[in-house]
């Protein structure tokens, strides 16, 4: 009997091994067109949670109209093949991919506008459409056509629009990529990938690779308006620093009012503190994404294989003109916040250091003032104790006198002012030695 080895498995092996199988590619035959429309729907940090949700509302909607069952609600992925076109959609941590896919015979594409006419638009509820308004970042059509061998890429020029700076290079050496990467008054980028000779499912991860450029290239660029919106507000900050750090060196008068105003500065200190990290952390996640898919980009760029197509720039040399400085400008941003927050610091621990070193001069001075008083008191204490003893010598011999004077009236033969006068003598050294030998004990 063969043992059940499944009970063998981690929880997560299943699942872990599927993910490397969730996102096939689409099998394409030369000639096709595709539109493919990514929706970002997330506006925050806080709205990536409900993303996936979001996302399976509008897919849903679309399955609902043409009467197709929709994936169950935790799906990251759904392919379909509907009447009029076949349907692959992605759903990602910030966005969701439509891509849509339809045939058209070779003759439909010979130069021009029209290779860009026949799209699957058409097939599209409308009321669908306008649901998406404001959540499409991306959206293009790639139209794939088979080259021939005299084909010249000038003859693609006129459906990607003439007069713009056109990028392309030869992929894979088995085909032609074309774009300019711009946005066409109907509101999508348009790309043209030639089929020369594409081995089985070539063309359809080729077609995929090119389509998550675009994708990942506007993903990349959201950081852009958010690192051009914190450059001023670094600008004030830096310049509030810089103001601070430049009043510190004037805390020479009194330290009294030294104290007061390195406090004050101290106070407006950690308020700048505070607006340059919240700044950061509202920075933190874009610009983090910003990177990661513009790491992407970069490899999806490197599994084109380029090979230079005399005139043009290829699409590596595209991204790293156009899209590498927006890349820079929103490190640069990462680079500041990070130096200003250490300046923040260091002025900080200094200015600290500053007031610790006032305080313990104050706090000398307050035992010196403590020490004085002390010794004040000792002196005055002592020079008490001399008239002390005389009070108390003064008392005693008085004491001493009645008692020698009951005595003499009792019928004793004494002499009270002989007796007197050698007890005060006596009486007075032994209260001036018991008061030495207190005070030695003391101590």
Request: proline share 4%; with cysteine; glycine share 4%.
């Amino acid at each position: 009997m063969t043992p059940d080895t499944t009970i063998l498995s981690h929880p997560l092996r299943i699942p872990l091994a599927a993910e490397l199988h969730s996102r096939p590619f689409i099998e394409l035959k030369t000639p096709e067109v595709l539109t493919h429309i990514a929706v970002c729907d997330s506006s925050s940090v806080s709205d990536v949670a409900s993303n996936l949700q979001r996302q399976h509302y509008l897919l849903q909607a679309l399955c609902h109209y043409f009467g197709v069952t929709p994936p169950v609600t935790d799906a990251k992925y759904f392919y379909h093949a509907f009447p009029a076109f076949r349907l692959k959609w992605e759903c990602h941590t910030e966005f969701a991919s439509y891509t849509f896919v339809t045939g058209a015979s070779e003759t439909a594409y010979v130069a021009g506008e029209d290779a860009f006419r026949a799209t699957v638009l058409q097939h599209l509820p409308q009321t669908w459409l306008y649901s998406l308004q404001s959540k499409v970042l991306a959206a293009s059509h790639l139209v794939l056509m088979p080259q021939t061998e005299q084909y010249e890429y000038s003859s693609d020029a006129a459906a990607l629009g003439a007069g713009r700076m056109l990028a392309g290079s030869v992929v894979l050496d088995r085909g032609t990529f074309l774009t300019d990467f711009a946005v066409h008054p109907d509101g999508f980028t348009r790309f043209i990938l030639r089929d020369h000779a594409f081995i089985a499912q070539q063309a359809g991860r080729m077609v995929q690779r090119v389509l998550e450029i675009d994708t990942y290239r506007m993903m990349a660029l959201l950081g852009l308006p958010l690192a051009q919106q914190s450059g001023p507000a670094l600008n004030q900050m830096e310049n509030e620093l810089t103001m601070l750090v430049a009043s510190m060196p004037a805390l020479d008068q009194s330290q009294v009012q030294n104290t007061e105003l390195e406090q004050q500065i101290l106070h407006q200190l950690t308020a700048l503190a505070s607006r340059a990290e919240k700044l950061a952390v509202d920075n933190s996640y874009r610009f983090a994404a910003s990177r990661a898919y513009f790491q992407l980009v970069k490899a999806r760029i490197a599994e084109l294989r380029e090979s230079r197509i005399d005139g043009l720039p290829t699409i590596a040399e595209f991204m790293e003109r156009r899209l590498a400085p927006a890349m820079q400008t929103c490190e640069s941003i990462v680079r500041r916040q990070e130096a200003l927050a250490a300046r923040i610091a260091q002025t900080n621990d200094l200015l600290r250091t500053r007031v610790g070193i006032v305080q313990e001069q104050q706090n000398r001075q307050i035992l010196q003032s403590m020490n004085a008083r002390a010794a004040q008191q000792l002196r005055l204490q002592q020079a008490v104790e001399g008239l002390s003893v005389a009070a108390i010598t003064y008392y005693a011999v008085g004491l001493i006198s009645y008692v020698a004077k009951g005595l003499k009236a009792a019928g004793l033969p004494l002499n009270t002012d002989l007796l007197t006068g050698i007890a005060l003598p006596v009486t007075g050294f032994l209260v001036w030695r018991g008061i030495q030998k207190l005070h030695q004990k003391l101590h």
